[in-house]
């Protein structure tokens, strides 16, 4: 049988390639972060809302967030009874 080579990589090698790609990463947010400020990000977010809220993935967030926000004002006026009385 022929042996495989082993690979033999050191740890600042890859301590170098993830920083690397952190970084890739970290800039790619900041530009994401900026872009979604300007107008034409702001009308982008909101056209991909628009689809997503179409499907049905996008419906049951609704719901869930609804049930949410309800569980929430419920709660809320339980504390203002129990304050009042």
């Known amino acids: ?11 600042s090698t890859l ?8 970084s890739i990463r970290q800039n790619n947010l900041k ?11 702001k009308a982008t977010k909101k056209r991909y809302k628009q689809k ?7 419906k049951e967030a609704q719901r869930r967030a ?10 809320e006026k339980l504390k203002k009874q129990l304050v009042s009385v």
Not at 15 to 22: A, C, G, M, P, S
Not at 36 to 41: C, F, L, N, V
């Open 1 to 11: 049988m022929s042996e495989t080579p082993e690979m033999s990589v050191s740890v």
């Open 15 to 22: 301590l170098e390639i993830y920083n690397k790609y952190e």
């Open 31 to 41: 530009r994401s972060k900026k872009y979604q400020k300007t107008e034409k990000g």
């Open 52 to 58: 997503y809220a179409k499907t049905e993935a996008g």
């Open 66 to 75: 609804n049930q949410k926000y309800r569980e929430r004002v419920k709660m």
